[in-house]
C-alpha cells in the first residue's frame, strides 16, 4: 500500500516491525533478550540515542531498574512495580537512589504466597524457624537477577529462615522456572513436595488453587515483616477470601502486581509523550497480563492491577492529561 511516509520512516518501521515479529516468534532459538537502538549515525553526530531494553538477565529481572537509573537503556519493562519502588528508593537490593520515572504501569494482579501443607501444623514462618522443619518447598529460579526468589528470600530472611538453612536442616528446594511448572503441579499432586513460596497466582485453576485443593494451607506474613518490606517499596495487601473459597479469612501478604514501563528524568518529554501516543494507538494489539483489554486511564491512574509507585514523567502525564484519561 502506498504510503506517505519518506524512505527512513519506512526502513525504520519495517525494522522495528521485523524486529518485533522475529523476536516473538524466535526468542527462543535466538535469544531471550531485546535490545532496539536508535542511533544518529555518522553524519547527525548531534542527535540523542535512544535504546529500549526487554527481558533477558539484564532487562527481565532486579538489573533492569540499574540498567535504565545508569542511562544504559532508557525505557524497560520491569514486573512487578514494587522493583521500581525500592530502586527509587534506593533500598534493599539497590544500594543508591535512580532517578526513575514511569511511562505507565501495565496491568497485572499478582500476590506472594507462602504455602505450606497442612499437616506440618504451621501457623506462621516462625514455626519453620523455631522448629527447623525440613521442608520439601517449591519456589522460583535462583539468582540475584531473579525479582521473586529475591523477594522470597527477602520474606524468608525476616523470620530468620534462608533456602541454605532448610537444605541443612535436611530439607530440599526445588527451583522453578515458571509457577506453572509440570514438576511443581506434579508434586503439588503426589504430595510430594509439603511447601511452595511463589507468586503467579491469578490463573483461576492455578498452582495455588490446586493446593488449596489438594491439603495446603496459606501461611500469611504477620504485620511487623509486612512494615519492613513495606520500608524497601513493597505494599502490603491480602490473599482475599472471596477469591480464595478454600481460605477462612483474608491472609496478610505483599502486592506483586504491576509491568511497570519505567524510563528516568532526563527522557525528552517529547519522546515520552510519543511513547504513551503510541500505546493508546497500539493499545488493541498490545498484549497484557488481565482478562480485560487495556485500559488507558488504568495505564496512568494507578489501580489494584497497575500500581503506580513513583511519578509519572512529565511528557507521558502531558499526553494522559491532553486525552481526558488523567484530570
Not at 523455631?130 to 523470620?159: A, E, F, M, Q
Not at 533456602?163 to 541443612?168: A, C, N, V
Request: hydrophobic letters at 35%; proline letters at 5%; one cysteine or more.
Amino acid at each position: 500500500m502506498l504510503t506517505d511516509l519518506a524512505p527512513p520512516q519506512i526502513r525504520a518501521t519495517t525494522g522495528l516491525e521485523l524486529a518485533a515479529g522475529i523476536y516473538t516468534k524466535c526468542s527462543a532459538g535466538l535469544a531471550s533478550q531485546l535490545s532496539v537502538s536508535l542511533t544518529s549515525g555518522r553524519r547527525d553526530s548531534k542527535k540523542t540515542e535512544f535504546r529500549i531494553g526487554i527481558n533477558g538477565d539484564l532487562y527481565g529481572g532486579m538489573q533492569a531498574p540499574i540498567e535504565v537509573g545508569t542511562r544504559r537503556v532508557d525505557i524497560a519493562y520491569v514486573n512487578p512495580s514494587a522493583m521500581v519502588a525500592m530502586a527509587y528508593r534506593g533500598r534493599g537490593y539497590y544500594k543508591q537512589k535512580m532517578e526513575l520515572r514511569v511511562l505507565g504501569c501495565f496491568p497485572s494482579w499478582d500476590r506472594i504466597a507462602m504455602v505450606v501443607a497442612k499437616d506440618l501444623g504451621v501457623k506462621s514462618l516462625h514455626d519453620i524457624a523455631r522448629r527447623k522443619i525440613p521442608l520439601h518447598v517449591s519456589t522460583r529460579l535462583s539468582g540475584v537477577n531473579n525479582g521473586t526468589y529475591y523477594t522470597i528470600s527477602t520474606i524468608l530472611s525476616l523470620y530468620g529462615i534462608s533456602f541454605e538453612k532448610i537444605k541443612r536442616w535436611g530439607g530440599k528446594v526445588q527451583e522453578c522456572g515458571s509457577p506453572f511448572a509440570p514438576e511443581r503441579l506434579k508434586g503439588i499432586a503426589k504430595r510430594s513436595i509439603n511447601a511452595v513460596f511463589d507468586e503467579g497466582i491469578s490463573t483461576i485453576g492455578g498452582w495455588l488453587d490446586q493446593a488449596l485443593d489438594n491439603g495446603y494451607d496459606v501461611i500469611p506474613l504477620e504485620p511487623a515483616a509486612v512494615k519492613k518490606l513495606e520500608q524497601l517499596g513493597y505494599s502490603g495487601t491480602v490473599l482475599p477470601k472471596r477469591r480464595y473459597r478454600q481460605l477462612a479469612e483474608d491472609a496478610l501478604t505483599i502486592d506483586y502486581s504491576g509491568w511497570a514501563m519505567v524510563t528516568h528524568k532526563w527522557l525528552p518529554n517529547s519522546v515520552a509523550y510519543a511513547a504513551i501516543e503510541t500505546i493508546d494507538e497500539r493499545k488493541h494489539v498490545i498484549p497484557v497480563d488481565d482478562d480485560q483489554p487495556l485500559n488507558m486511564r488504568d495505564l496512568c491512574r494507578g489501580t489494584e492491577k497497575c500500581p503506580l509507585k513513583i511519578p509519572l514523567h512529565p511528557g507521558a502525564a502531558k499526553y494522559y492529561k491532553e486525552k481526558g484519561y488523567l484530570e
